[in-house]
């Protein structure tokens, strides 16, 4: 397969993001170092383009940032014409686009070093799984620019660290190391500087086999049953259930554990 095959089956993006696929695991790449991956009109509607428009043979995504920083967040420059009507019309913009990337087809592991601001925290909180790098840091410099987060903060990082948390973060400025965020769940894994993509494509490879339905179920039900009252969410999690046991996929892989072909749980 050709650069040219590689870059065509992931949609026409800006020069701003690079796409790269392994296998059955497509790496995206926030390729604008010079400004430190901060996020423009193009960055964002170029993520939107790459999640809206995967190949069915993806099963996973890596989402990373060239340079020393994941990203710096919104483009600062892009702010200031702005007048409040723009003002709904960008920030639902983000919205559509990092709904693209949570509610998506297939899971997302992102990979975070360096700084981890503002939208690029919000991209980050879109993703399923976060690895952190030990240079990470994250902060929500919104207020001492005068703004308010517009790529869904308010709504995905609640659920993730707490609101009193984010408040803090919000009013203060205060910036979080990478073994801060790690200990309040905002990553899952942490691992030495450099070592953040390896990491990143070996969860992506262990995800992308899973049975497609679980993955499903995981990414996009298991965060309405978490946010829905407990009936409704008994209720959707039996049908899940359900559904998932009376796949072949499940079938398959369950007998082949009985026939002691599948594989074992292992101590970590
Ligand atoms: C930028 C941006 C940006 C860097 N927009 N151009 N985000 C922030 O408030 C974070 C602002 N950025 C920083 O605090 C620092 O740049 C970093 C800590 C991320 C990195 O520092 P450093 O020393 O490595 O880089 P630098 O020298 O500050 O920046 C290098 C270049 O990137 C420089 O441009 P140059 O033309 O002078 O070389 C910077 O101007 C440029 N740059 N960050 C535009 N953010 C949907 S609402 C979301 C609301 C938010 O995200 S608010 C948070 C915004």
Redesign the pocket.
């Known amino acids: 397969m050709s650069a040219h095959d590689l870059v065509a089956d992931f949609g026409e993006l800006p020069p701003t993001l690079r796409a790269e696929r392994r296998g059955a695991i497509a790496v995206i790449t926030l390729a604008r170092q010079?400004?430190?991956n901060?996020?423009n009109d193009q960055i964002v509607r170029g993520l939107e383009t790459f999640f809206s428009a995967l190949p069915d043979s993806i099963r996973a995504v890596v989402l990373c940032g060239d340079g020393?920083?994941f990203s710096?967040?919104?483009?600062?420059?892009e702010l200031a014409e702005r007048d409040v009507a723009a003002g709904i019309e960008?920030?639902r913009s983000?919205h559509q686009a990092f709904d693209r990337i949570e509610f998506g087809p297939v899971p997302v592991i992102a990979v975070l070093h360096?700084?981890v601001?503002?939208?690029?925290l919000?991209l980050a909180a879109a993703a399923h799984v976060r690895v952190a790098e030990r240079s990470a840091f994250y902060a929500?410099?919104?207020a001492?620019?005068g703004?308010?987060?517009?790529?869904g903060?308010s709504v995905r990082l609640p659920p993730l660290i707490g609101t009193a948390r984010v408040m803090d973060m919000m009013l203060t400025g205060r910036t979080l190391s990478a073994e801060e965020g790690q200990a309040i769940g905002l990553t899952q894994y942490l691992v030495d500087v450099g070592n953040g993509l390896e990491k990143g494509l070996e969860l992506a490879h262990r995800i992308a086999g899973n049975a497609p339905f679980t993955n499903f179920a995981v990414t996009q039900l298991l965060p309405r049953i978490a946010r829905s009252d407990p009936s409704t969410g008994f209720i959707t999690e039996s049908l899940a259930a359900a559904i998932a046991q009376g796949d072949e996929e499940a079938k398959a892989r369950l007998r082949a554990f009985l026939e002691k072909r599948g594989p074992k749980v292992g101590r970590s």
């Open positions: 010079d400004k430190r901060a996020l020393d920083h710096a967040g919104l483009d600062l420059s960008h920030s983000w360096g700084a601001v503002g939208g690029g919000e929500l410099p919104e001492s620019r703004i308010y987060v517009g790529g903060g």
